[in-house]
């Protein structure tokens, strides 16, 4: 080394009141140019906040904003979130709520009322006109309370939506760091110092560079401020727009109140045209109301079966009078078969027609009486038949074709009635002549020729 030649030795030792940062101090030779103020040269300051900014956005990055780790599914979700919409989840005021819940009740007894009460067709119309106004007005306020839920979830996935993830933010924050290590690297080398220990140090003597002339750094650490400041005026106008849907939104709604009022109203309305109950239901039939309704049927029955009972007997007599005119026609004991009648309980004797319907009803009272038929010995008697009895009898046998046998109009009973004073012979003195049939005065018990057992129809003398 030559003499006169400057020689710097540099050493390092900690600048006192560096925070863990060495400075280059020169060497004793050049402590007249150090004196000078000096200061950073605005490349190495740039390069100090960049690596301050990266180390912090590593940190965050390394950890997420949900506590995980870049790349896990907590970052990931970070990035894309996913808009929400509400779909089912209605958010009702309690009053309203409550109110509703009244509604629905009414409203559930109107469409009983409408199916199954008794009402006119005008009050069917009002009820149901009142059930729809209030089905409506509850759809209305369920799907405008719906609304303004979806409002709210779609405007704060949309504020998530917006927010660039740290992961994001920490892969251009390295790039930038890379481009400006580069560009520092290129100035610095361009530079031709005047002062060896400053470009050893890193520093220029602040006279050779005014202070408004600093560069304005653009680091991570300004894009982050710049990106809350840009996030949080993008939240107060989504605010702004969520607090004007909630307000449009409430002033549309029906109030509770409103629904009350309506459910009220149709409530009056169906007990006004359906009476105090939500339906007209009769009671059913005491036991009494039963027993008279079987006796009521039961007499009903009887009367069909007495006026079928009366035509046929109206029938009979009909036919019976018209057969026994029939019969009028033919002498005494000459009258055919085919214009006679027989007896349903014997099928040897016949009489004439009208005279036998009238023994069939003295028959069935007989019956109910003693519990057995007539006992019938004779009826119509032909003419050869009355001969042969009057060749028997002598005395007692009518002239032949005199006889009221010949005429169809005569029978001879025994089983009781053939003596008189027993209660057979009593009880047809009694009622014989309520169905026609008399016994004759000649043979009464008094009479000309006494015959117990002689009885007689339509006869005259």
């Known amino acids: 080394m030559r003499r006169g030649d400057h020689t710097l030795v540099p050493r390092r030792t900690r600048r006192p009141g560096a ?27 740039a390069a100090a906040l960049t690596t301050v900014a990266l ?34 989840a209605v958010a009702i005021d309690h009053a309203v709520k409550t109110a509703a819940a009244k509604a629905d009740a009414v409203l559930t007894d109107a469409d009983y009322v409408t199916r199954e009460g008794d009402l006119t067709v005008k009050d069917r119309k009002q009820v149901r006109a009142a059930a729809k106004k209030l089905r409506t007005m509850l759809e209305q306020a369920r799907d405008t309370a719906g609304t303004a839920v979806e409002t709210r979830l779609t405007a704060a996935a949309s504020r ?27 100035t610095a080398a361009a530079v031709e ?6 470009a050893v140090a890193g520093v220029t ?48 709604a029906p109030s509770a109140d409103r629904i009350e009022k309506v459910a009220t109203s149709l409530q009056k309305l169906i007990t006004k045209t359906d009476g105090d109950a939500v339906v007209s239901v009769k009671a059913g039939p005491t036991p009494e109301e039963i027993a008279a309704a079987k006796k009521a049927a039961e007499e009903r029955r009887e009367a069909r079966a007495a006026r079928a009972a009366e035509r046929k ?25 085919s214009v006679l009648c027989g007896l349903s309980w014997t099928s040897s004797e016949q009489l ?32 050869s038949e009355q001969v042969t009895v009057a060749a028997t009898r002598g005395a007692l046998a009518a002239v032949p074709g005199t006889s009221n046998h010949g005429w169809g109009q005569a029978v001879d009973l025994s089983g009781g009635i053939e003596s008189f004073g027993t209660a057979e012979h009593n009880w ?7 169905y026609g049939w008399e016994h004759p005065a000649w043979a009464q018990a008094g009479g000309s020729k006494p015959e117990a057992w002689h009885w007689e129809y339509g006869t005259t003398y």
């Open 193 to 198: 110092p005047t002062n060896l220990a400053g």
């Open 428 to 434: 047809m003195v009694a009622n014989a002549g309520k």
């Open 19 to 45: 925070q863990g940062a060495h400075a280059a101090v020169p060497a004793a030779g050049h402590f007249a140019r150090s004196s000078q103020l000096v200061r950073r040269s605005s490349f190495a300051l």
């Open 313 to 337: 007997a109206a029938a009979r007599a009909a036919e019976a009078k018209e057969m026994a005119e029939a019969a009028k026609n033919y002498g005494n004991g000459q009258i055919p078969s």
């Open 55 to 88: 180390t912090t956005t590593a940190a965050v990055s390394f950890t997420g904003n949900d506590g995980g780790a870049v790349g896990s599914s907590g970052g990931t979700a970070a990035a894309e979130p996913a808009v929400v919409t509400a779909t089912s």
């Open 205 to 252: 003597p602040i006279i050779e560079q005014e202070a408004e002339d600093l560069p304005v750094l653009d680091t991570p650490l300004a894009d982050s401020v710049s990106d809350t400041a840009e996030a949080q005026e993008a939240a107060e106008k989504t605010s702004d727009a969520k607090d004007a849907a909630e307000t449009s939104a409430d002033a549309t």
């Open 352 to 383: 004439r027609c009208d005279a036998a319907l009238a023994l069939e009803d003295l028959n069935s009272a007989f019956r109910a009486a003693f519990g057995r038929n007539l006992d019938l010995t004779d009826g119509y008697r032909s003419y």
């Open 160 to 186: 998530s939506t917006d927010r660039t993830s740290l992961a994001e933010r920490a892969t251009d924050t390295s790039a930038t760091a890379e481009t400006t290590d580069e560009a520092t690297t290129e």
